[in-house]
């Protein structure tokens, strides 16, 4: 029998950590290690307990969410436990700052409690062994603020879309080169210079393997994905049928959508 996925709640909803507890309790492969109702409670709990994953909330009594994550990443001993950042709406400056604190995965309320347990699974598919670096901390990814539109939200949900599964790496590294483009244009005029090397600093990889990861992802997406989606996504900017887009296209063509999509909101 395979290990358990252990799991700490962080919220100060009381209902909604009782609802959270029930459901993720009825999974056979996780168990919910402990409940916190601020954020005192909620780093007792990650120090007595090492979970492997934390459900934490943005906004909490005693020591928010973003607390907690400078707390958890001042620790150079012990792995770090995988995020997964609860928010709502008109919370993107905070948003913002919870990303360059590392989150893993954010997920805005209300949600979907069988797609926060696919998220829980694919997030702890392949834990990391040792604690991130420094980069991985402060790695920039996107700014929200002024815009009513939780970018890595949506650039998660496209992916979702298109049929990139989470699990492979080079999902990770295209949620984070659309976001770092969306951000700054003028990287994709140095992807090979600047965008791979600065996503492979993060994930302690080299820049060969990002843009192998990258490919790979795509060519999944092509291979499993639904035509029409595509199509949907990729609009009449190329024959989905006869050709797959180069990285650099990819990643260009859903930055520059999320931008546009940015704007309207």
């Not at 969410?65 to 928010?87: A, H």
């Not at 699990?167 to 770092?180: C, E, N, P, S, T």
Request: aromatic share 6%.
């Amino acid at each position: 029998m395979s290990k358990k996925i252990k799991i700490i709640v962080a919220d100060d909803n009381r209902n909604l950590c009782q609802m959270l507890q029930n459901y993720l309790q009825g999974q056979e492969d996780l168990i919910v290690a402990g409940v916190a109702n601020n954020g005192l409670e909620a780093w007792e709990l990650i120090q007595t307990q090492e979970p492997d994953l934390i459900i934490l909330d943005l906004v909490m009594p005693n020591l928010d969410g973003l607390g907690v994550l400078e707390r958890i990443n001042s620790r150079t001993t012990i792995s770090r436990p995988k995020i997964i950042m609860l928010t709502a709406f008109g919370q993107e400056s905070l948003t913002h700052q919870a990303m360059m604190l590392g989150v893993d995965y954010f997920i805005l309320k209300p949600f979907d409690l069988d797609i926060l347990s696919k998220r829980i699974r694919s997030l702890t598919q392949d834990m990391p062994s040792s604690p991130p670096t420094q980069s991985t901390a402060a790695a920039p990814i996107v700014t929200t603020a002024g815009s009513g539109l939780n970018l890595h939200v949506e650039v998660t949900t496209m992916m979702h879309q298109i049929g990139i599964p989470a699990h492979v790496k080079g999902y990770q590294y295209i949620r984070d080169a659309i976001l770092m483009v969306v951000e700054d244009v003028s990287l994709l005029g140095a992807v090979t210079k600047e965008l791979y090397p600065s996503i492979a600093k993060k994930f302690d990889t080299a820049p060969s393997r990002v843009e192998r990861g990258i490919r790979h992802a795509i060519e999944l997406a092509w291979e499993r994905g639904h035509t029409d989606t595509l199509k949907r996504i990729f609009g009449y900017s190329m024959n989905i049928e006869r050709q797959k887009p180069t990285n650099s296209e990819f990643i260009a063509l859903l930055a520059d959508k999320l931008r546009v999509m940015s704007k309207v909101s």
